[in-house]
């Protein structure tokens, strides 16, 4: 291999370990896999240090709701308030009942009076700030202006031991001088309340160094699982961050490593001709984009991991590549779940069923509304593995919002979706879903091709069918050899007459032909244009560049035959060869193997005088010879295995177009006679 090919083939790994590294988490982690109700399976666990046992959130929001339910409103007391009402009273013209009412009210003013509904039904005691000093008291000794004046009246009416004072007291306004003299103050009210929660201690107890915490056997309970909880929290926070920066470092680039190695080895195993091609660098990419998210997720809030689009990596693959790539690259793509994120496991778990399934189901659901559709399967294929991971006592996180968190997930993945075309253009890649669209034989193009040159058409669809049995054989893409097989003689709609295919339907006279008055060099360069044509056309039309590579690939380097024959019968110089050579390249891929061996076969196979079995395969066997012994296979990353694969396919597809049918009788004439 090449200084440079190796370069090619390393250096976006490195890149991508190196990232890796730089957005990994930080701190170590305690290594304990353990749940609630679980046996501990590890040595029995004496505390290194002392650490304190924290509350479980569910211990402190009750003790939060205590705080809430023990709210003490705050008031603010107004002298100026009282004193207006008492020189009120004083203007008022009473006579001897003037000090009489100046006592009640400055009495009942100075307990406090509050609006009505002001003061909570079930506060039981109050603040009250009187000059600048704030005195708790019984929420009973404050009065709601209602009350106030009602004892008011009450205390005025005993005091003059006259119930006809009464209509003097309403008539001067009496009862009117008590008013609200207590201010609520919001601000203050919440400060205190807030101070009260803070005040709420967030431990219960301490563990001391050399103390069990839990030994080998035992059932993990509630309180076990808590002092464990403790003890992981004050490991990784104190102890595992006082390790060295370098160390940390070291580790997760050793980490990163060991991920991208098994990425390298995934494709090595699966489909090593990546490596040449550009879907190498789509799939690092892709594994990149995955790995990167987790661990940058599980470094700053590993709660919104529920909410990573992880199951798009799986999408973006189905794209490009087959399941046979896939599914071990998306698998290492998501491992990061079980080296960065806390409790990982479950999630690994609940994005390997979702990624699995959406694989599948993209194949049907990736167009239109149908991705919504495939959103939705998604999102149950992760609900049932989360639900059985819960019932299990795996996961015992809010239910409710994981799975919220998980159909939001589903969702960001459609949303994401129409990157894949960025990526298309990126990478110069062909996606599954534009391959479908090229392979409508009721495209414009094709169409085209069928009006100028019908033989040509019939001829492509042959050798699609041909093709798509071969590319089965050997685990090709069948998808792209049908496209490739519909397009790869569109050049021959530029001068359809110049093949004998079209000739017998577009010629209106049969005595005049298209090569009768040309030379075989002109006859073979009028034959050997179509490659040319093609791949103008077929960049004019912007069709993807894997298309045009059938194009000039279809034919390799090979010569134009009869027309070589036929000159060098007429004594031509064999140093014209040249002119009669097609311009290739040969075939690389194992798809424009396939293509090259199946435009021949079917294009030969119209002078074939018998259709037996032991015809058919020395028929074919003598085109792939022919194709070896001109060096067009010499590049091309197609096995010895998988050719003859590929020839088998073929002999058996011709068995089944030329396959033998039943002779029918003549009918009798009388059946014949109607009369």
Same mark, same amino acid.
């Given at each position: 291999?090449?200084?440079?090919?190796? !370069?090619?083939?390393?250096?976006?790994?490195?890149?991508?370990?190196?990232?890796?590294?730089?957005?990994?988490?930080?701190?170590?982690?305690?290594?304990?896999?353990?749940?609630?109700?679980?046996?501990?399976?590890?040595?029995?666990?004496?505390?290194?240090?002392?650490?304190?046992?924290?509350?479980?959130?569910?211990?402190?929001?009750?003790?939060?709701?205590?705080?809430?339910?023990?709210?003490?409103?705050?008031?603010?007391?107004?002298?100026?308030?009282?004193?207006?009402?008492?020189? $009120?009273?004083?203007?008022?013209?009473?006579?001897?009942?003037?000090?009489?009412?100046?006592?009640?009210?400055?009495?009942?003013?100075?307990?406090?009076?509050?609006?009505?509904?002001?003061?909570?039904?079930?506060?039981?005691?109050?603040?009250?700030?009187?000059?600048?000093?704030?005195?708790?008291?019984?929420?009973?000794?404050?009065?709601?202006?209602?009350?106030?004046?009602?004892?008011?009246?009450?205390?005025?009416?005993?005091?003059?031991?006259?119930?006809?004072?009464?209509?003097?007291?309403?008539?001067?306004?009496?009862?009117?001088?008590?008013?609200?003299?207590?201010?609520?103050?919001?601000?203050?009210?919440?400060?205190?309340?807030?101070?009260?929660?803070?005040?709420?201690?967030?431990?219960?107890?301490?563990?001391?160094?050399?103390?069990?915490?839990?030994?080998?056997?035992?059932?993990?309970?509630?309180?076990?699982?808590?002092?464990?909880?403790?003890?992981?929290?004050?490991?990784?926070?104190?102890?595992?961050?006082?390790?060295?920066?370098?160390?940390?470092?070291?580790?997760?680039?050793?980490?990163?490593?060991?991920?991208?190695?098994?990425?390298?080895?995934?494709? !090595?195993?699966?489909?090593?001709?990546?490596?040449?091609?550009?879907?190498?660098?789509?799939?690092?990419?892709?594994?990149?984009?995955?790995?990167?998210?987790?661990?940058?997720?599980?470094?700053?809030?590993?709660?919104?991991?529920?909410?990573?689009?992880?199951?798009?990596?799986?999408?973006?693959?189905?794209?490009?590549?087959?399941?046979?790539?896939?599914?071990?690259?998306?698998?290492?793509?998501?491992?990061?779940?079980?080296?960065?994120?806390?409790?990982?496991?479950?999630?690994?778990?609940?994005?390997?069923?979702?990624?699995?399934?959406?694989?599948?189901?993209?194949?049907?659901?990736?167009?239109?509304?149908?991705?919504?559709?495939?959103?939705?399967?998604?999102?149950?294929?992760? $609900?049932?593995?989360?639900?059985?991971?819960?019932?299990?006592?795996?996961?015992?996180?809010?239910?409710?919002?994981?799975?919220?968190?998980?159909?939001?997930?589903?969702?960001?993945?459609?949303?994401?979706?129409?990157?894949?075309?960025?990526?298309?253009?990126?990478?110069?890649?062909?996606?599954?879903?534009?391959?479908?669209?090229?392979?409508?034989?009721?495209?414009?193009?094709?169409?085209?091709?069928?009006?100028?040159?019908?033989?040509?058409?019939?001829?492509?669809?042959?050798?699609?069918?041909?093709?798509?049995?071969?590319?089965?054989?050997?685990?090709?893409?069948?998808?792209?050899?049908?496209?490739?097989?519909?397009?790869?003689?569109?050049?021959?709609?530029?001068?359809?007459?110049?093949?004998?295919?079209?000739?017998?339907?577009?010629?209106?006279?049969?005595?005049?032909?298209?090569?009768?008055?040309?030379?075989?060099?002109?006859?073979?360069?009028?034959?050997?244009?179509?490659?040319?044509?093609?791949?103008?056309?077929?960049?004019?039309?912007?069709?993807?560049?894997?298309?045009?590579?059938?194009?000039?690939?279809?034919?390799?380097?090979?010569?134009?035959?009869?027309?070589?024959?036929?000159?060098?019968?007429?004594?031509?110089?064999?140093?014209?060869?040249?002119?009669?050579?097609?311009?290739?390249?040969?075939?690389?891929?194992?798809?424009?193997?396939?293509?090259?061996?199946?435009?021949?076969?079917?294009?030969?196979?119209?002078?074939?005088?018998?259709?037996?079995?032991?015809?058919?395969?020395?028929?074919?066997?003598?085109?792939?010879?022919?194709?070896?012994?001109?060096?067009?296979?010499?590049?091309?990353?197609?096995?010895?295995?998988?050719?003859?694969?590929?020839?088998?396919?073929?002999?058996?597809?011709?068995?089944?177009?030329?396959?033998?049918?039943?002779?029918?009788?003549?009918?009798?004439?009388?059946?014949?006679?109607?009369?």
């Amino acid at each position: 291999m090449k200084p440079t090919a190796r !370069l090619n083939k390393f250096l976006p790994l490195l890149l991508v370990a190196l990232l890796l590294t730089a957005v990994a988490p930080r701190k170590a982690t305690l290594g304990y896999d353990y749940k609630k109700g679980s046996t501990w399976k590890y040595e029995t666990l004496f505390a290194p240090f002392d650490f304190p046992i924290l509350k479980t959130a569910e211990q402190m929001q009750e003790e939060m709701d205590k705080v809430a339910d023990n709210y003490i409103p705050y008031f603010k007391y107004s002298a100026g308030v009282t004193e207006s009402a008492l020189a $009120a009273a004083s203007a008022m013209d009473l006579d001897t009942l003037k000090p009489t009412v100046l006592e009640a009210v400055k009495s009942i003013m100075d307990k406090g009076v509050v609006p009505d509904d002001a003061l909570p039904s079930d506060a039981e005691v109050v603040y009250v700030q009187r000059d600048k000093r704030a005195v708790k008291i019984p929420s009973s000794e404050v009065l709601g202006l209602s009350d106030a004046r009602i004892k008011l009246k009450s205390v005025l009416i005993a005091a003059t031991a006259s119930s006809a004072a009464d209509s003097l007291f309403s008539r001067a306004g009496v009862y009117s001088l008590v008013v609200p003299n207590l201010v609520f103050d919001a601000q203050t009210t919440n400060a205190v309340s807030a101070e009260a929660a803070r005040s709420i201690s967030p431990t219960l107890g301490y563990v001391s160094a050399g103390q069990l915490i839990v030994s080998n056997g035992e059932i993990v309970t509630a309180e076990i699982a808590q002092i464990l909880d403790s003890y992981k929290k004050e490991f990784e926070e104190n102890v595992a961050s006082s390790r060295p920066l370098f160390v940390s470092m070291l580790g997760n680039l050793m980490v990163a490593l060991l991920l991208v190695v098994l990425l390298f080895l995934s494709i !090595l195993f699966t489909r090593p001709a990546f490596f040449n091609d550009n879907r190498y660098y789509y799939l690092t990419f892709v594994f990149a984009l995955s790995s990167v998210t987790i661990a940058v997720v599980s470094r700053f809030n590993p709660d919104w991991l529920y909410l990573a689009p992880l199951t798009l990596a799986a999408l973006y693959l189905q794209a490009f590549v087959r399941a046979r790539v896939i599914v071990p690259v998306y698998i290492i793509s998501i491992l990061p779940l079980l080296i960065y994120a806390d409790n990982g496991a479950p999630l690994f778990i609940v994005f390997l069923a979702g990624g699995m399934v959406s694989i599948y189901a993209s194949r049907y659901l990736v167009q239109g509304w149908k991705q919504f559709l495939l959103a939705l399967i998604n999102f149950v294929a992760m $609900a049932l593995a989360y639900t059985a991971l819960y019932f299990t006592g795996v996961v015992s996180n809010m239910f409710w919002q994981d799975f919220l968190h998980l159909f939001i997930a589903s969702f960001l993945a459609v949303a994401g979706y129409p990157l894949i075309y960025l990526f298309e253009k990126i990478f110069n890649l062909v996606s599954n879903s534009r391959l479908a669209e090229l392979a409508d034989t009721s495209s414009a193009l094709l169409r085209e091709l069928e009006i100028k040159a019908p033989g040509t058409f019939q001829h492509s669809l042959q050798v699609m069918n041909m093709a798509d049995a071969a590319a089965r054989a050997i685990d090709a893409n069948p998808l792209l050899l049908r496209v490739g097989a519909l397009y790869h003689d569109i050049g021959k709609m530029n001068n359809p007459m110049c093949f004998i295919e079209n000739e017998s339907l577009l010629n209106k006279s049969e005595d005049q032909k298209y090569h009768s008055s040309l030379t075989p060099e002109q006859s073979a360069e009028s034959i050997i244009k179509h490659v040319e044509d093609g791949v103008e056309m077929a960049r004019k039309r912007r069709l993807p560049n894997v298309v045009v590579d059938f194009i000039r690939t279809h034919h390799g380097t090979t010569v134009a035959g009869y027309f070589w024959s036929k000159h060098l019968s007429a004594k031509g110089s064999p140093e014209l060869k040249s002119h009669f050579t097609y311009p290739g390249p040969a075939p690389t891929t194992k798809e424009q193997v396939v293509l090259m061996l199946c435009d021949s076969v079917e294009a030969a196979s119209r002078t074939l005088n018998e259709y037996t079995p032991q015809a058919f395969s020395d028929f074919v066997e003598k085109i792939v010879q022919g194709k070896i012994d001109q060096g067009q296979l010499l590049n091309a990353e197609i096995t010895i295995k998988e050719l003859n694969d590929v020839k088998q396919a073929i002999k058996q597809y011709l068995a089944q177009m030329h396959h033998g049918r039943v002779a029918y009788p003549a009918p009798k004439r009388k059946f014949l006679n109607f009369k």
